[in-house]
């Protein structure tokens, strides 16, 4: 280890008077957990609500269909660039200017007087929502030691159910008080949260001495040493394009013939994210019994069966095409989440030291899939229709397969 990367283990508040032999105070946990859900799910608000904003700003569904392209394409940014930087100096900062950014992008959002000023409050908003990212190491940091495990699994769900809800809230609030209402009540939460982080958050200090464009450069160490950290960005990477073309443009679809339904309805298919909350657990489970690689394999077989499954649609009455829908949507989701658990799996086991910068470069290729896939969809179904995004959400899947059969056992 080199002068520069010398690890500095304690915080600057020492987390000891935070923390009893339970782990830490119940409304500690909770902020945290709510700060990340409440934070990613600044990612996920525009999807349903993209018929609604088309209509009321008069854009094409191929216009509108770029705000969830750069505001997960901000998010892969914010990642790759402002991840590290945890490592580097007192993350309670970081947050709190995270959390001041996205309140303000939020708050631009819901002013917007026309597409292009949405469009680019939805990039500062993909950005400044990795602070979900800055709280879940924060959450390891200073639960103790024989708690951490929990602790961070409490953290870890309360941003799982910020991806979860998020799209069944904002298809409710678009449906009844219109999309500025839900970008409003979003700017409200996160000034919330930032508060209550102001109040409550101790500070830390570095874990790196490491200046940020070495922290930088050594993301691409990384990736050219680990072929098995390439293979799990590349799968998880396409996976993530076929799951951001369904649901960017499923408001869409349901919007138009034969369904006309509202934002609510698109919202309410964030229900069936749930069963990927219910993979996790399991995925987990198979993965340290028979390994992780087989169930990045099995996650990836059942993603493509689903988003294959979706092309049978003409066939069927719109009832019967609903139905379809939500057992597909179901379907994969456990699918996806089950693979990206098995994928973390396997970086996590790489170097226990660089497991930040690990975890950076995956979700950055998970976030560059997922706004390639928004973008290609977008287009797609502007000129072809929905069936057109069921073809490339079921190669996508089909390559990331391919991906993982070919990877050494």
């Not at 809230?169 to 999309?179: L, P, R, Y």
Request: with cysteine; glycine share 10%; charged share 10%.
């Amino acid at each position: 280890m080199s002068k520069t990367d010398t690890p500095l283990l304690k915080p600057a508040t020492d987390p000891a008077h935070l923390a009893s032999a339970a782990g830490l105070p119940l409304s500690l946990t909770f902020l945290l957990a709510s700060g990340a859900g409440l934070a990613v799910a600044a990612i996920y608000y525009s999807q349903p609500m993209l018929g609604v904003v088309g209509d009321d700003i008069g854009a094409s569904a191929q216009a509108v269909g770029l705000l969830p392209t750069l505001t997960q394409l901000g998010y892969a940014l914010g990642i790759f660039f402002l991840a590290p930087l945890g490592d580097r100096h007192d993350r309670r900062k970081i947050i709190l200017a995270k959390a001041a950014i996205l309140f303000a992008a939020l708050l631009l959002a819901a002013l917007s007087p026309s597409l292009p000023t949405l469009l680019a409050a939805s990039l500062v908003i993909g950005l400044a929502a990795t602070m979900a990212q800055d709280i879940v190491p924060a959450a390891a940091t200073l639960a103790p030691e024989s708690q951490r495990g929990k602790i961070v699994g409490t953290v870890m769900t309360g941003l799982l159910l910020g991806i979860l809800l998020s799209r069944v809230v904002s298809g409710f609030v678009a449906e009844h008080w219109g999309w500025r209402a839900m970008f409003a009540a979003a700017a409200a939460s996160i000034g919330f949260v930032g508060l209550a982080a102001w109040r409550r958050l101790p500070g830390f200090q570095a874990t790196t001495q490491m200046p940020y464009f070495a922290l930088l450069r050594s993301l691409g160490s990384l990736w050219q040493q680990h072929g098995t950290l390439r293979r799990a960005t590349w799968a998880q990477g396409l996976l993530s394009i076929g799951f951001s073309a369904f649901w960017s443009t499923l408001a869409l679809m349901l919007h138009g013939e034969p369904f006309h339904l509202g934002a609510a309805a698109a919202g309410a298919f964030g229900l069936a994210g749930a069963a990927g909350a219910l993979a996790a657990p399991v995925a987990g489970r198979i993965a340290d019994r028979y390994g992780a690689p087989l169930v990045t394999r099995l996650g990836a077989g059942v993603v493509f069966v689903f988003f294959a499954a979706m092309g049978l649609a003409p066939l069927m009455s719109s009832n019967s095409q609903l139905w379809l829908l939500v057992v597909c949507a179901v379907g994969f989701d456990m699918g996806i989440q089950a693979s990206l658990i098995a994928h973390q799996t396997i970086i996590y086991g790489i170097d226990a030291n660089a497991r930040s910068r690990l975890n950076a470069v995956l979700f950055t290729g998970m976030f560059i899939g997922m706004a390639i896939g928004s973008a290609l969809a977008a287009t797609l179904f502007s000129r072809f229709g929905w069936m057109s995004v069921t073809g490339l959400a079921s190669v996508s899947a089909l390559l990331a397969l391919i991906v993982r059969l070919r990877t050494p056992r």
